[in-house]
């Protein structure tokens, strides 16, 4: 683990339903900058603050529970966002030693045996399928 960097599941869930829903996930980055993810979309680009870019070996790659692209960041160093990047990155850029973040992680329904059975032999009767039509 890089620089002490440690990250947790929070007992906060929601969403839930056959589809899946989410967990808050907690991290804190340690050592500085550069802490190695990159942001994408934002309330001014009408879409959710996500990470779009995890480096390979970088801070929020190397905590116990890295960081993944698609988690959508809702807190930095304790202050809630409103949703915009800019007002993110202006949080992020002032974190001198230590980075706090809060991101909600989408999860899937977890579905049992017998269902993943029956996806592995649908899916392997429409691969037979389409070899037989490609031939």
């Known amino acids: 683990m890089e620089s002490g960097g440690r990250a947790g599941l929070q007992q906060a869930a929601g969403g839930g339903g056959e589809g899946g829903g989410w967990v808050l996930v907690e991290a804190r980055l340690h050592g500085g900058a550069p802490w190695g993810f990159t942001l994408q979309g934002g309330l001014e680009h009408g879409e959710p603050l996500i990470i779009s870019k995890v480096e390979e070996g970088g801070k929020a790659d190397s905590l116990e529970q890295p960081l993944r692209v698609g988690d959508e960041i809702v807190i930095i160093n304790d202050i809630e966002?409103?949703?915009?990047?800019?007002?993110?990155?202006?949080?992020?850029?002032?974190?001198?030693?230590?980075?706090?973040?809060?991101v909600r992680r989408y999860t899937l329904a977890p579905f049992s045996q017998?269902?993943?059975?029956?996806?592995?032999q649908i899916s392997s009767t429409k691969i037979r399928h389409a070899c037989f039509l490609w031939r």
């Open 81 to 102: 966002l409103t949703g915009y990047r800019q007002e993110a990155v202006a949080l992020i850029k002032g974190s001198y030693k230590t980075l706090h973040l809060t």
């Open 114 to 120: 017998h269902e993943g059975l029956q996806a592995l």
